[in-house]
């Protein structure tokens, strides 16, 4: 394996988690609804942020390499938008309020295909 079909798995390893991430916040508001819970309730807005905060924290560095970020950027995935989030859902996080958090949840469905699109795209450049 060359090393960058190392790299490139490693960053399959971290979308993945990622999407591992989306799928919880999309069953976590599936359970809230289902147990008639408000998705305004205190603890589904703070385990959402949680989760959501997640899907940035793969966006280190150490992680999802800035080239394969650098790469989509913008084209599905607006990667800084999600590092942004991150960085307010985990710092400034009593500044945000539960509509933003539930209309970043919202948009899990969307982010999954997008993040499914790369994974194909990186395993299509990795076969050749």
């Given at each position: 394996?060359?090393?960058?079909?190392?790299?490139?798995?490693l960053d399959i390893q971290y979308l993945k988690t990622m999407i591992y991430y989306a799928e919880q916040v999309?069953?976590?508001l599936s359970f809230a609804q289902s147990h008639n819970l408000s998705v305004n309730d205190?603890?589904?807005?703070e385990s959402v942020a949680l989760l959501l905060g997640q899907i940035g924290e793969?966006?280190?560095?150490k992680k999802l390499s800035i080239e394969l970020q650098q790469k989509y950027?913008?084209?599905p995935i607006d990667f800084?938008?999600?590092?942004?989030?991150?960085?307010?859902?985990y710092h400034h996080y009593?500044?945000?309020n539960s509509k933003g958090i539930l209309k970043a949840a919202m948009g899990m469905d969307e982010l999954i295909e997008q993040i499914n699109y790369i994974i194909r795209k990186e395993r299509q450049t990795q076969n050749f």
């Open positions: 394996m060359r090393e960058n079909d190392g790299q490139r798995e999309k069953e976590r205190d603890m589904v807005v793969q966006l280190d560095s950027q913008g084209n800084s938008s999600i590092s942004k989030f991150r960085n307010k859902a009593g500044s945000m």
